[in-house]
């Protein structure tokens, strides 16, 4: 396994982070311990969760993916320090979370509690803002007009933030978390808080996890680039598009159990006429090579300049093995060339 640092914090992680949002749905307590064990040792030292997990997303389904890896940790105290933990506390708009407030100084603090309880841990190495109190061009928002950043207020935005990082601080002096990180944001986003961070003496963003793959490379190279010159850790999420870059969803089909057949807070957007013809020429590049097309997919999201560790997804052991196994041999120029040959055809397909 290769690590890379994990932005300013002094921390190194490997290139792959477990990450475990299916976790209380599609996957039982039993597959999540038999996928910590088989990732652990694989090398795999980076898990990501979220207090709003498992997906999609529900009041009854809230907190179980915590809950699951708190129940690892309870029958496996002396392992706690073999991984480094990273959870997110859920932005506004979901009702049975805080009342859908916004994140703020006072639900920080409120939400940390709760993550660590149901982690049944003492810290938190990396906690992360799910998604920015304003709306950001995420969840197929990125078409130009989509948002009004003219309505935004920055001052006030400014001015939340400032409140964020003094919870995060506390948080941070109190030994409850030892780093922040962000997620959908935007290099404005990203800026806007290490200037704050400076000015005020207060802590740094050290990460950001963005939606980022062969299908949505929207951050390349603009928030890639600010990310590397900030020492800001970029970490992919849905490197295989929610699963669509394996083919399985390939004209129309829609596998038992699978994550498009169950229903989705923002809808199929990914589902699209383009997004069909994308993952067909991907699958003949994937076989002309000898590889998976889930593989082709993840070892290019590894090989972009400036990604730090991208967030992998199973639900059965056999697909998680299949993903780590992509880690393990860079694909090719020949290889990467034809990725790219489709890449232009279909930059934004959805």
């Known amino acids: 396994m290769k690590f890379s640092p994990l932005g300013t914090s002094g921390l190194s992680v490997s290139r792959v982070c477990l990450g475990t949002m299916t976790w209380g749905t599609q996957n039982s307590q039993a597959d999540a311990d038999e996928q910590i064990e088989y990732a652990l040792s694989e090398g795999i030292n980076f898990m990501d969760t979220a207090e709003m997990y498992s997906v999609p997303p529900t ?11 708190g129940n690892w940790i309870e029958r496996n105290p002396g392992r706690r320090s073999e991984f480094i933990l990273a959870t997110k506390i859920a932005g506004p708009g979901l009702s049975y979370v805080r009342d859908g407030a916004l994140i703020s100084r006072k639900t920080i603090i409120e939400a940390v509690d709760a993550s660590l309880a149901r982690l049944k841990t003492d810290y938190i190495d990396l906690y992360q803002l799910h998604w920015p109190n304003r709306t950001s061009p995420h969840f197929a928002k990125h078409h130009p007009n989509m948002l009004k950043f003219n309505d935004v207020d920055a001052t006030q935005e400014s001015a939340g933030m ?5 919870g995060l601080d506390e948080c941070i ?12 944001d935007t290099p404005w986003g990203i800026n806007e808080y290490i200037r ?20 949505h490379a929207k951050d390349w190279p603009y928030l890639i680039e600010n990310c590397v010159h900030q020492g800001v850790a970029y ?19 829609r596998p038992e159990g699978s994550r498009w057949g169950l229903v989705q807070r923002h809808g199929l957007f990914r589902d699209t006429e383009l997004v069909n013809q994308a993952v067909s020429d991907y699958m003949d590049v994937a076989k002309k090579h000898a590889i998976s097309p889930a593989q082709l997919a993840l070892a290019w999201c590894d090989q972009v300049d400036g990604v730090t ?42």
């Open 59 to 69: 009041q009854e389904t809230y907190g179980k993916t915590e809950t699951i890896i």
């Open 162 to 166: 400032l409140d964020i990082l003094r």
């Open 173 to 184: 002096k109190a030994g409850k978390i030892r780093h922040f990180g962000l997620s959908d």
């Open 196 to 215: 704050l961070s400076e000015k005020h003496n207060l802590p740094k963003p050290i990460s950001i996890q963005n939606e980022f793959s062969l299908l």
């Open 235 to 253: 970490l992919p999420w849905s490197p295989l598009a929610t699963g669509a870059l394996t083919g399985k969803y390939l004209d129309g089909a």
């Open 309 to 350: 560790s991208t967030i992998i997804g199973a639900t059965s052991l056999s697909q998680l093995k299949e993903n780590i196994d992509a880690f393990k041999t860079p694909l090719s120029e020949e290889a990467l060339a034809d990725v790219m040959a489709v890449f232009k055809r279909y930059p934004m397909p959805f």
